[in-house]
């Protein structure tokens, strides 16, 4: 039995897990009237995150999904989507595989001056878990294991 456990316990540990990643993008500042990254692609779940570093804008989507400075316009958290001195930081998930383009509304339009895209790739295939086969093979592998425990107990035990 306790060479099952250390079997499942093994598989789980190498087991894929998903994570989001949240990817920076700076808002002008020192590099001037530019979003930088100028494109992202990211993973649907991913996070973009908007950091005014300097100046006078905001970040609006060219099909108007958002509009962002301090907090989002309809966030439900108060947040405005006004251009914006302050250092503000907005944040973003994308959960939609496609292309969102967005621009600064006081220094460029769509696709034109101060302007980026966020390129949200499509969902890889999962890998494919095991078939009937490959569930027997670890069934087979995990009693073997106990089998081999067993005799090992039993043959201290008789040498004792």
């Given at each position: 039995?306790?060479g ?10 190498f087991?894929p897990c998903?994570?989001a ?6 808002v002008g500042g020192s590099?001037g009237?530019?979003?930088?990254p100028q ?9 973009v ?5 300097g100046?006078?804008h905001n ?14 316009d309809?966030?439900g958290h108060?947040g405005?989507?006004?251009a914006s ?7 973003l998930?994308?959960t ?12 460029g339009?769509?696709g034109n001056?101060?302007?980026g895209t966020i390129?949200v790739a499509a969902?890889?295939?999962p890998t494919?878990?095991?078939g009937l ?7 087979l592998?995990?009693?073997l294991v106990?089998?081999?425990g067993?005799?090992?107990r ?5 040498s004792?």
């Open positions: 039995m306790r099952i456990l250390i079997g499942l316990l093994a598989l789980l540990a087991a998903a994570r990643t949240t990817f920076i993008v700076n590099a009237l530019v979003f930088s494109t992202v692609t990211i993973q649907p779940g991913d996070k995150t908007f950091i005014n570093k100046g006078y970040a609006v989507a060219d099909n108007g999904s958002f509009r962002c400075a301090q907090g989002c309809g966030d108060g405005s989507g006004n001195r302050n250092n503000w930081i907005a944040n998930t994308f939609q595989p496609g292309t969102i383009g967005y621009f600064c509304e006081v220094h339009s769509p001056g101060m302007f390129v969902p890889q295939p494919a878990a095991p086969r490959g569930m027997f093979a670890l069934l592998a995990g009693v106990l089998l081999a067993l005799r090992l039993r043959n201290r035990d008789i004792s």
